[in-house]
Structures are given as structure tokens and as C-alpha cells.
């Protein structure tokens, strides 16, 4: 008999949920454009504010802060264009200062700015003369954002963004913005947008079961953004162009399903299904290395290595072997190379090659976590034979 697949890569994006499902195929029948004033239109703008108060009161945040776009990326692209009240900085250059584990869709706004190191299980070192460096002391003296992860996609790891938010701007000199990137702690974990004291955070639908092709940016009072895309002056002017209401209406749904799971301690049984997963590999074979595992983490991510078995070669192997998991952030996963978030986390480059990253989510269940467990065991001991 032929096991069904296992999929073992929700950080990467998370089945869609039924209840997303069932929203989006109401919001099919809508004919109306939401920018329309007759009863087709406003039918179809019900459907997007009803899901900006799902998404608002999910994250935290009040409805009129949030900014629908097509994606968590498309947000971060989005502060580039960030202005203080009534002064407009989009022709001066507004210096991007980020982690060195932040992802892709913020670390490519880097420039030329220094980077905030981190210590050995990924946590953002700012205590330390890191934060004293004269160049990201002297970045710091004109107005600037500062990009910070709630969690790791790779790893998992955890970042306390609320202390650190304090210690960032202690030392700049000109008016400072915190750039939180919320889109994988959204929904596993308690966090919001209200007690996190970021000026702006991010997300995206399909990490928390909605679909593809829609996230949000939500922005504090008194911060707003200059539009990237000119046109009909949608989403309070800040995003131009029709809403995806079939996709905002599914994100909507699968918010306040994600919060139900949330509140009933799904994400605890979760991160015990983790832990029989790092159990059961460490007791086959000692020399496997979990990234960050001493750290806070998601309830759903183990990242592991044993330096040599190159990550890639792990995941084509598991994927024969029925299992979807991966190596590294989805969004880089065509890039053969290693880890830029271990190499910065001081991981050398063999090992950061060799890492995969397994995460799990509401309907794992305890025996695909095995069955992993055992197929990945099998293949690393002929790995090893061959080796040999």
C-alpha cells in the first residue's frame, strides 16, 4: 500500500483552509468593483472591509492601519516609500538597517547600511559593541528604519522585538521607524500589533492558510507610506489598483480561523509533535545539529544539519521518499548555496549547505512525523555507507 504524501513545509506556505476556501468562492459570485458606488460595488467593498476588520482585529491593529497588498514582499518595498507627517522624504535616501537573518524580502533593501549581527542561536546581539559600531552609530544619526523579524523562517528563532525596539532607538540621532516582519509568528503565537510598539509591521495570507497573492501592511497612527504604484488611489491612497477581493476575502477567513486555533492551543500540540520529531532523530544519530535550539523558537520548526549531506540532496531524497519539506526560505529555494541566515548565525559554510528546515502545522499528525523521521534516518545512514 502507498502512503499518502506528508507535507512538512507550512513556513514555506500553509494548506489552504476550508474556511478560506468557502469565503473565496463567495466572494466569486460578487460581480461589483469595490471602487464602484452602485450596489454590485458596495457589495464588493463590504466584502474587503470585512476582512480588514478580520485581518485588524487578528493582528491587533485597527482597520483604518492596514494596507492590503499582493504580498509580506510587496510591503516591505512599500516602507521604502515611508514618510513622517507633512515632511515627504521619497528624494532624500532613507537608510534600510536590517538583521543579518531577516529575509529576503527585507535584506535586499539592505544597501549599503552595516548589518545587526547575531549571536550563535540567531538572536539580534544589540547589547553588545555590535550596537557601538561607529558606522551603524553614524547610519543612525539620520532618519532610518530599522527592519526586525518577530521569528525566523529558517530556524525558527525568536526575536524580542519590544526589547530590542528601546535599545534601537536609544542610540539614533534622527527620527527612527521599526519595520517588524510579523509574517511567521502571525497566527503560531500570541503576538500583536498594538503591544509589539513597531511603527509598521508585515504579513501574508497564505502562512496562515489563506491564499497566495495577498498580504498586508499595517502602519501606527501618525506613520503613512507614499504610494509605489500611482493610480485610482485605493486603499487610502496608499496602494493603487482593484483589490483582490476574492483573496482578501479568503484572508479574512483563514485570520479568524488561525485565531481559533490559536486560542484553543492547536500550536501547543504542534510544538510537541517538534519535539518528537528532534527526539527521535537525535536518539538515531548524535552528530545531527538543531539550529537554535537552545533559543526561543516557533512551535513548529526544527532546522537540523549534519555537515557534508548537502541540504538539497536531503530534500530531493525526502520528496521520492513522500515528504515536502525544505532547504531554507521557500522563496530562495532555487538558489543553490548556503544559508545566509547560519553563515551570519557563525555556522560554517559546509554546514550551512547542509541544512533543511522540517515545519509543521495543525494537521500533522504524529505518524507522518515519524515516518520522517524514519525515512530521513534510512537515507542519512546510506549516505553514510557510501561515504565510507
Known sequence: MTLARAYLDWNAT??????????????????????????????????????????AEALGADASQLVFVASATEAAALVRGLVRPQIDFRDEPRKFIVSAVEHDAVYAHKGDAPEIRVDGSGICDLAS???????????????????????????????DVLENIGILRSFGGG????????????????????????????ASAHKVGGPKGVGVLALRSGVDVVAQIAGGGQEMGRRSGTENVIGIAGFGAAVEAAARDLADGVWERVAQLRNILEISLDAAEKDIIFVGKDAARLPNTSCFAVPGWKGETQVMQMDLAGFAVSAGSACSSGKVKPSRVLR???????TAASAIRVSLGPTTTEDEVLRFADAWIAAYRRHKARAA
Open 129 to 159: 559593541s555590535a550596537a557601538a559600531e561607529t558606522d551603524l552609530f553614524a547610519c543612525t544619526q539620520g532618519d532610518h528604519v530599522f527592519a526586525m523579524q518577530a521569528a525566523n523562517s529558517e530556524t525558527g528563532v525568536l526575536q
Open 344 to 350: 551570519a548565525m557563525g555556522y560554517d559554510e559546509v
Open 175 to 202: 527620527q527612527s521607524f521599526l519595520l517588524c516582519d510579523a509574517t511567521q509568528i502571525f497566527g503560531k503565537m500570541p503576538w500583536s500589533f498594538a503591544w509589539s510598539e513597531a511603527d509598521l509591521a508585515m
Open 14 to 55: 500553509a494548506p489552504l483552509r476550508p474556511e478560506a476556501r468557502d469565503a473565496m468562492i463567495a466572494a466569486m459570485d460578487v460581480v461589483g468593483n469595490p471602487s464602484s458606488v452602485h450596489a454590485e460595488g458596495r457589495a464588493a467593498k463590504a466584502i474587503v472591509e470585512r476582512a480588514r476588520g478580520q485581518v
